[in-house]
């Protein structure tokens, strides 16, 4: 049985038999939202893990200013809210479509410990994608804390060559800057350094990465 779209890439799933498949898709709920709208809050009480069918989802917290900070970026195949659907906690974060049209199925968190409970290949596969997205995090720290807007922009530049999150519809450079904590202004000053180093060429709808080895020395990589 071919694997429904919005498991086959899902590393929690590797290696599940057809009629597993069949029973968590049969137990999914998709659901369809436009671009900006709230998909859920942070504080609300997690319904369990979610996959982007089709779009771009932006995972992100507001500071008690106001100010948005985009944690991660979500592509088709990718799950999201992780941790509120394995501890039964809260959502750690909100997250809102990104792009115009945005579809995201909604695996129940009772069927993710079912499917736990019954079978360790899910569980070991559990462990490597947290494994994963907390190497990511830390990645995420030390370039915030340590490592100018022009030093996290290159380096965000070189990421979006390997990972589909991080390209494609909605992301805007208003999403790169809330990612990169910092404003649209500064991303475009440092778009324009880049391009007088000659590590890329750009307009107002493409980047393109034109000396990959300048714009690495630019990263400290």
């Not at 709208?37 to 996959?51: N, Q, T």
């Not at 409970?117 to 994963?132: G, H």
């Not at 992301?171 to 000053?189: C, D, E, K, M």
């Not at 714009?215 to 400290?220: K, T, V």
């Amino acid at each position: 049985m071919p694997q429904p779209n919005h498991l086959a890439d899902i590393i929690y799933f590797d290696g599940l038999t057809a009629d597993e498949y069949r029973y968590i898709h049969q137990h999914s709920t998709l659901h369809s939202y436009s671009s900006g709208e709230i998909i859920f809050l942070e504080g609300e009480s997690a319904l369990g893990l979610w996959v982007v069918e089709k779009g771009r989802v932006k995972i992100f917290k507001v500071s008690v200013e106001g100010q948005e900070h985009i944690l991660h970026l979500r592509s088709p195949g990718k799950t999201f809210n992780d941790i509120g659907a394995l501890d039964g906690g809260a959502n750690p974060a909100s997250a809102a479509a990104l792009s115009t049209e945005v579809q995201t199925w909604l695996i129940p968190r009772e069927l993710i410990l079912t499917v736990l409970e019954r079978n360790p290949l899910v569980a070991v596969n559990v462990i490597r994608l947290l494994a994963m997205r907390v190497r990511s995090l830390v990645g995420q720290i030390e370039d915030l804390t340590l490592y100018s807007v022009i030093v996290r922009l290159a380096r965000f530049l070189l990421r979006q060559e390997e990972n589909p999150d991080l390209r494609g519809p909605g992301v805007t450079r208003t999403a790169v800057a809330a990612h990169l904590n910092t404003t649209p202004q500064t991303i475009s000053v440092a778009l324009r350094e880049l391009e007088k180093a000659q590590a890329i060429s750009y307009d107002r709808h493409q980047i393109t990465i034109v000396r990959p080895d300048i714009l690495r020395g630019i990263a400290l990589l």
